[in-house]
């Protein structure tokens, strides 16, 4: 019960999310309509009446719905509804109860968009992907609303409580973009004081609105891929860092290829980095579901405990090897112990003979920490490898920690066929 409220704290529900689409759907109708009906001087017609009946009752419960569903969040977050949205969200049910027909009071109802984007904002936060769809779509409302409630203020205005016409509508759409816009091409200007004075606040309004719009469109479009401009970024400071060293071909052809590799993998953040922004529980657990596949595949950690294999799937630490590339060599000291991931690595006698080879799901290096000696044999790369090592601090502390780690590392190792025991002796 506490990790499903803790997990909902920031985390929309489906049925959230469905609630929060139906009421943006209905303040953006409920927006359209009241301007319309003071702008055209039309009389509401009986489904006018049953569409807003229908949003009425939504913007009733709405405050309710989102009380209970921040209250499961938290008591300072429901607070927090209710010293910010709360009020938005009961002016806007109020216009839409008490005045219809042609009363201005009832275009109150429009500041029901900021509860709603600011809904959409918290729920944009939380998606993994199509979060800057959400957001276009967010600043598209605005812009939608803006406009069409800034044309019927003109038409109002312009009519002269007439009866105004699609045509006088589309006109006053024009010109609500160019005035907005601050072009102004002059062809549809001002001929009352009152005329002036709304264009005047209309073109400083749309100054900051527009400019606002266009920044986050601009950067919307900017970080569209963030993986993307960050492989670029990256690509411009490794051929820099080529040109200023004059690195030679050599080394430059497996630096840029190496790049290439890890864009292909979509690995351009550090594992390392974002597992230690966690806190520790849920960062163990993270580290558990990330290197399940690799500790599973060792066969000293089969029997082990829940508390060991976290241990060790904590201390584990991500690298890279490419290809060509030796892991260490004979007569290295031992730093760390070593898990396959992916790729495969060749093993080399002292001599250079060829013994073998290792591939995904195998391991080495531990028997060179847990006896304290050198490197028996050179491990070289075959391919990229993606390899998980846990150094010898770590690998010294489970020792300490988990006296049953040694004994069952021996034991595995002894019970191993013939051949592979006699390769990982030279390996180690």
Known sequence: MVESRIYQRNVFRRREVAWMLLVAASAL???????????????????????????????????????????????????????????????????????????????????????????????????????????????????????????????????????????????????????????????????????????????????????????????????????????????????????HHSVPQ????????????????????????MLDMLPWGLRSEVSMFLRKEVIERVPFFRDSSDSFLREVADSLRPIVVTPGEFVFRFGDRARYMYFISSGSVDVFAGNGTKIGTLQQGDFFGEMALLEKRRRGASIQAVEYCDLYVLDATAFDHVLTNFPEFKEIMERVANDRAVPISELRKMVQ
């Open 250 to 273: 050599n080394l430059k052809n497996r630096i840029l290829d190496y790049l290439g590799y890890m864009w292909e993998r979509k690995v351009t953040y550090d594992e390392t980095y």
């Open 29 to 243: 109708l409920i927006a359209f309509r009241i301007p319309a009906l003071l702008a055209f001087h039309s009389q509401p017609d009986l489904p006018w009446y049953l569409s807003q009946f229908a949003v009425m009752l939504v913007f009733i419960v709405d405050p309710i719905v989102k009380y209970r569903a921040n209250a499961r969040r938290g008591p300072e977050i429901a607070k927090r509804y209710v010293r910010t949205l709360l009020p938005f969200d009961i002016v806007a049910a109020l216009p839409v109860l008490l005045f219809t027909g042609h009363s201005p009071l009832a275009l109150l109802v429009i500041v029901k968009i900021i509860p709603v984007f600011a809904g959409l904002t918290q729920w944009r936060m939380q998606l993994i992907r199509g979060g800057n769809v959400v957001r276009f779509v967010q600043f598209a409302y605005i812009l939608v609303i803006a406009i069409h409630v800034v044309a019927c203020g003109w038409l109002v205005l312009r009519s002269h409580g007439e009866q105004v016409t699609d045509q006088q509508y589309l006109r006053s759409i024009y010109w609500t973009v160019t005035t907005m816009c601050t072009v102004g091409y002059g062809d549809i200007t001002p001929e009352t004081d009152s005329q002036m004075a709304y264009a005047t606040v209309v073109m400083l309004v749309g100054y900051v609105l527009f400019a606002y719009l266009v920044g986050n469109i601009a950067s919307l479009f900017n970080t569209i891929d963030p993986l993307h401009s960050q492989h670029v970024r990256t690509m411009d400071q490794a051929t820099s860092f080529i040109q």
